[in-house]
Structures are given as C-alpha cells and as structure tokens.
C-alpha cells in the first residue's frame, strides 16, 4: 500500500492471469529468451577467458617478458640483472641469446628459434621446467652440444632422447654472398610441450655454446632476460630499467614478438560477445511485441485509470515497470545459471568424457585437453547491464503507445 501507484500496478500486471494466454505465452518467451542469451554469453566469454589464460600462461610463460642488451655482448650479465632486480617489478633476471636458424636430420628440415639459457636460472623466468616430456632441462650443460626440442620437432623428425640432429645458423662472411652457414652436430637431451605453436618453432641450447655459434669470448653473453609480476607492464618496466643503465643499453619485450597474437585473441572476444549480445538483444525487443499486445488487451483499463485521475506519464511507467521487471527477471535467471554453469563446466565436461569414454579435447589435436574457463565479475556486470538496458529501451515505445490512450476510449471498449 506504500508503494507508488505505477510500480503496484506494473507488478500487478506482471503476476496477473490474463485472458488471453497466448500473451503469456509470448511474454514467458521473452524471459526464457532474454536468461538463454545471458546464459550464453557468460558461459562463452568465461571459456574464452580461460582459453586466453591457458595461452597466455603457457606462450608468455615460455617467451621472455623483456630483454636487456647492449650494443656491445655483456661482459659482466650479473651485473644488468642485478641492475634490474632492484626494479619491484621485476621477478627475475638470467643470461639469454637468440638464434635463428634450422635443424636437419635426415634430409628433412626445419626452421627454428634457438634459445640459449642456463638451465640453473631458467626456472626463474620460465615454465620450461613444468612441461618436460622428455629428459631433463639440467643435461644441457655448456660445452656438450646438447638440446631440448619442442614435442611437434621431436614427432616430425621421429627423435628421441639420445639422437643427433644438426643445426644450422647463417653466418657473416667474406665469402661471395655474405653469408655462410655454419652447422654444428647437437645431442637430444630433452623434450618439451607446452601445447602451442612454439612445440615446433622453439629449441633450447645451453647460453655458453651459444656463446661459441656466436663467436663471443668465453664469459660474454648476448642480453638478460628478464620476467615481471605483470607482463603487461613490460614496456614501461624496460624502458625504466634502461634509463637506470645509462647509455648504450636497450630493451626488448613480447609486445613484439607475440602482441599481434594476444590483440586477435581480444578482438575476437570483443566480437563474439557483440555477436552474443544481439541474441540478447532479440530476446529483448520480444518485450516490445509482449508489452504492446498487454497494451491492446488492457486499453479499457487504461482508460478507466485515466478517467479517475491518473496521467500519461503514469500509464507509461505502469508498462514499463511490467516490461522492465520481464527484463530483470529474465537477467536474474540467465546471470544464476550462467555463473553456475561458467564454475563447473570443466567438470562437467571432463565427467561427460568419462562418461563416453571419449575425449573431447584431445591434447594431439588442442593445445589443452580439458575445457578451461574462468570468470570473471566484469564481464558478469557488462552482460547483466546490457541485458537490463536493452531490456528497459524495448518497454519505451509500447508504454508511450499505452499513455497516448484517452479517457473517453473507456465507453468504446464497454
């Protein structure tokens, strides 16, 4: 009874039993409609959310957040990374060169970065050591040639722990050309997989025979790489780090090398989530086509409530409380079983595969064989105040029809 004559009226209207029950049909559909397509949206988006974690963990846990060079090789490294642990930021600082180059086994090659860590450090900055499928990351010891291949290289070569394969660097030189390549014999000492991209473009040598491909004196290294507590802070960090250097120092960092990959990766979530929210956005508008059919059905009653005293901006908000509360509703329902189901859709698959006895996620053909997802509340907001916006935008033009009602429209309808 304390409640304003719109919002008591509005509600009254949502609960009533009508008539006409094709209109609660329609206006049943609308809210089942409106909760399938916030349902869907978070569930998509948190699945997309885990995806780009997994990728992000693993690729930008493998790649160097930042390196520091200079324009000459470093004869004293300690002392850059020492430099660059003063930096809060900054979780770690190891020696680090970068090849390019091939490996060739057989007659069959392939082009490959080549990485030259120390494999004491390199748990410092990188996962490498969780994702070993074969051998140890500590055989690589200076001065017996020894590699870690990615799992891809190693299934395409048909190569085991204990095979030799070749590598191949071009060389400067003074030979016609420029160019000569240099080729040295590397034992298999290890297998990597992180499921991406980098199982076939990426292999791991010890930072000292680095050292000898590059013709660099005994102690010198190439950069430091260094890995951050927030990786998105990398270009600002490095920049600072090389200031506190002094002159003929630079960084490098992964916005280079892997930011065009992560930019797809959220401009694609940005355009499935439009293209989720125009299933909203049908459901929505469906309250258009409900609110105009109450509209029809209720214009006597509208007329009386003009007659005794009520204005057009009352009958307006009496439709768009019924409509808005549809919408809310609808939001309510779609939000509950959308964070439910984004928090158990791991298990609820991996159950469903051992159901099956069938994998749906096969780590041969996906880089993660279970399906990851991760919410998160800004997401939950945005599609929620969506929903809730289209939602109160479709209840504009049918209340403003149902205001346009005169009062003397009550005898025609007697």
């Not at 399938?36 to 885990?50: E, F, Q, T, W």
């Not at 494999?119 to 590699?147: C, F, N, W, Y």
């Not at 299934?155 to 160019?179: C, H, M, Q, Y």
């Not at 199982?199 to 930072?207: C, F, G, K, M, Y």
Request: glycine share 8%.
């Amino acid at each position: 009874m304390f409640r304003p004559l719109p919002i008591f009226i509005g509600t009254r209207y949502t609960r009533a039993k009508r008539r006409n029950h094709y209109i609660s049909f329609i206006s049943l559909t609308s809210m089942i409609g409106l909760a399938l397509g916030v349902l869907a949206m978070i569930v998509v988006l948190s699945v997309m959310n885990g995806f780009q974690k997994e990728m992000r963990s693993r690729i930008l846990g493998m790649v160097s957040h930042a390196t520091l060079s200079a324009d000459q090789p470093l004869d004293d490294w300690r002392r850059v990374a020492d430099a660059a642990m003063k930096h809060p930021e900054v979780v770690g600082a190891v020696p680090f060169a970068e090849l390019e180059g091939m490996l060739s086994f057989k007659g069959l090659m392939q082009p490959v970065q080549i990485n030259g860590i120390d494999p004491r450090e390199e748990t410092k900055v990188s996962i490498i050591g969780k994702h070993m499928v074969q051998g140890d990351l500590d055989a690589l010891k200076p001065g017996e040639s020894g590699i870690v291949i990615g799992e891809i290289t190693a299934r395409r070569f048909r190569l085991n722990v204990g095979d030799k394969l070749t590598l191949i660097v071009p060389e400067v030189s003074s030979a016609p050309g420029g160019i000569t390549p240099r080729m040295q014999r590397f034992n298999v000492v290890g297998v990597f997989k992180v499921g991406a991209e980098l199982d076939s473009t990426l292999a791991l040598i010890n930072v000292a025979d680095a050292s000898v491909i590059q013709r660099l004196p005994e102690g010198q290294v190439q950069s430091v790489r260094i890995a951050l507590k927030d990786l998105f802070l990398a270009p600002e960090v490095s920049k600072q780090i090389v200031a506190e250097l002094g002159q003929g120092y630079r960084a490098d960092d992964w916005t280079h090398t892997q930011g065009s990959l992560f930019s797809a990766m959220k401009m694609e979530k940005t355009m499935i989530g439009l293209l989720l929210l125009l299933i909203v956005a049908v459901a929505a508008f469906n309250i258009i086509a409900t609110l105009i059919m109450v509209v029809a059905d209720k214009r006597a009653d509208i007329a009386i409530l003009r007659t005794l005293g009520a204005t057009p901006r009352q009958i307006m908000a009496v439709f768009m409380v019924q409509g808005s509360v549809i919408g809310f509703v609808g939001t309510l329902i779609g939000t509950v079983l959308g964070i439910i189901t984004a928090l158990n859709v791991s298990q609820w698959i991996a159950a469903l595969e051992r159901a099956s006895g069938r994998q749906i996620f096969s780590s041969d053909v996906y880089f993660v064989s279970y399906l990851p997802s991760e919410l998160q509340v800004s997401d939950v907001v945005l599609i929620c105040s969506a929903a809730l916006v289209l939602s109160f935008l479709a209840t504009i033009y049918p209340a403003w029809r149902a205001a346009q009602t005169q009062p003397a429209e009550a005898l025609r309808y007697e």
